[in-house]
């Protein structure tokens, strides 16, 4: 087929789905997928937060807690990627959980999920963002020693980080895909450069091997070795955070039942591969483990990359490549916040949604969206200047939101039985999907409840876990506004659920395999063609 005909099926599908297409399919298979892997960025997440998981397990927890996140995030996954492959429309969660929702539940189950696919997707900006203003000032802390770090330094260059990523969105939306292909590769050089260079530098004073691989020592003040553990396998879930980015830019991708799927996982099998290695090099290369976790600079990751080489210089070269690639990683966060919040205020489902469903026809992006999406992360980044404890907390709320909002339709999906409720489709689990959905849910459940403990014990003001305030209060905001403003009046996405099965059907020759469907396709277009 033709790349006319790819587009006139996929147009005709998404229009059966509810929506007319709006937004340029500009990305191809390989520039989402970057995209994908910039913003998942599992090394970058592992490098950010190494202070974390070695005072919770040491080295052997930082290791060994990675491979175990990115299988069950995988997991998780899996469960998106068949639903995305069911419906591929922008609004995702939000879209899923209304199609896969009893009928009188509909409205509520994807109003609900659509909040959370927001604030999650803001609370993972804003967290990003304050790890590069960190990483900004952790390299001037290590030239400049006497410097101190002020609160307000700090939000100031957040912001800025935050209004640069959207000024690239918004002014450079057609080199977007371009953008994120030569970030992959960038980010694919830096972590190989970086992994090299500690593993060179340090083999002088590399430590045993067994405390590389097998020291789990317990920091935090828990009394329990394996809690400890459990927490730093928490810890690791936020390098694989961010999966259903390309669900959420399903509409700009051609074929997005086929190929949407492929962008959701391999860059997590590409993450893991990458990101165990560079987190091995990091632990070869620490000298002094009290220093990494206390240093003066607030980032480990630079302290570390200071042991390991010896030089002030070559550290500063690795942060400011490493501080980078994720600043990639945020705008890669502004462009699927704003798609998240475009496609849910489509049917009405925020307040204001008139302003938040535009699309920019000069720029072709939701700029209100994107303008919005900044100024609620620049707002966030105020209560920094009053407690980091509570501005913190947004790592984990983030993780909370995102993980509980990619696992809520896979509940509802063995609640009310796959076969009853899902179409035929691309990306199928099969036998598979039951055992992959539960074990979807069962893990989310249980990193939610792990997320609201203290990290460290005894709890003091310092310390305290604020996730569950976070968690809590943001909650009881979305469901006021629900029995406030939208109950009886937001009904959802119109879903022309003949049009859409029979056009599925048309373009996959009539069953669920993704084999020898080009002829049949073909075909399809141009009987509708004719009729048109």
């Not at 995030?73 to 639903?83: C, F, K, R, S």
């Not at 916040?337 to 496609?343: I, N």
């Amino acid at each position: 087929m033709t790349k006319e005909d790819h587009t006139f099926i996929d147009d005709g599908e998404l229009e059966a789905l509810g929506y007319q297409r709006e937004m340029p399919r500009q990305f191809s298979t390989l520039s989402l997928g970057a995209l994908s892997f910039t913003l998942t960025c599992t090394w970058l997440g592992t490098g950010s937060s190494v202070g974390i998981s070695l005072t919770e397990a040491s080295s052997a927890g930082t290791i060994w807690s990675l491979p175990i996140a990115g299988v069950m995030t995988m997991i998780v996954t899996l469960g998106m990627a068949e639903l995305a492959s069911a419906y591929p429309a922008a609004g995702a969660q939000y879209y899923w959980s209304f199609m896969v929702a009893r009928e009188d539940y509909k409205p509520f189950a994807a109003y609900v999920n659509g909040w959370l696919s927001v604030l999650g997707w803001w609370l993972a900006s804003a967290s990003v963002s304050n790890f590069v203003a960190s990483m900004i000032l952790a390299i001037v802390t290590l030239w400049y020693p006497d410097y101190e770090i002020q609160r307000w330094h700090q939000w100031l260059i957040y912001c800025g980080l935050v209004w640069l990523a959207i000024s690239l969105n918004v002014f450079g939306s057609g080199l977007i895909p371009l953008f994120n292909q030569f970030l992959f590769f960038l980010a694919v050089l830096t972590l190989s450069a970086t992994t090299i260079t500690l593993l060179v530098c340090s083999r002088n004073h590399y430590p045993s091997s067994s405390w590389v691989f097998s020291d789990t020592t317990n920091s935090t003040g828990w009394p329990s070795d394996g809690f400890a553990f459990i927490l730093s396998i928490s810890n690791a879930v936020y390098a694989f955070l961010g999966s259903d980015c390309g669900a959420h830019l399903c509409e700009e991708i051609q074929n997005p039942g086929r190929n949407v799927p492929k962008v959701m996982l391999w860059p997590l099998v590409i993450g893991l591969i990458t990101a165990w290695p560079f987190a091995v090099s990091c632990m070869a290369a620490i000298v002094d483990l009290e220093s990494v976790i206390t240093t003066a600079t607030g980032l480990p990751l630079i302290e570390i990359y200071y042991q390991g080489t010896g030089s002030r210089a070559a550290a500063s070269v690795l942060m400011a490549l490493f501080a980078f690639c994720f600043f990639g990683c945020l705008t890669g966060n502004a462009t699927t916040a704003s798609r998240t919040l475009w496609a849910v205020s489509r049917d009405n489902a925020l307040p204001y949604s008139s302003l938040w469903m535009r699309v920019s026809h000069r720029f072709k992006m939701p700029l209100n969206a994107m303008c919005l999406s900044g100024t609620v992360v620049s707002l966030y980044g105020l209560i920094f200047l009053g407690s980091t404890a509570a501005f913190s907390a947004m790592v984990s709320a983030a993780i909370v939101f995102l993980q509980t909002s990619c696992i809520a339709p896979q509940a509802i999906l063995l609640y009310r039985g796959r076969d009853k409720v899902l179409p035929p489709r691309y990306f199928s689990l099969g036998k598979y999907g039951t055992a992959v959905n539960a074990t979807a849910v069962i893990w989310v459940i249980f990193l939610d409840i792990i997320y609201c403990f203290p990290t460290a014990m005894p709890v003091t003001p310092q310390n305290m876990n604020f996730v569950s305030v976070v968690t809590i209060g943001l909650t009881l905001f979305v469901l006021g506004l629900w029995f406030t403003s939208k109950r009886g009046k937001f009904v959802g996405p119109k879903i022309n659920m003949a049009e859409l099965e029979a056009r599925r059907l048309a373009a996959m020759g009539g069953s669920s395999s993704i084999e020898g469907t080009e002829q049949h396709a073909t075909e399809y277009v141009t009987s509708v063609k004719r009729m048109d």
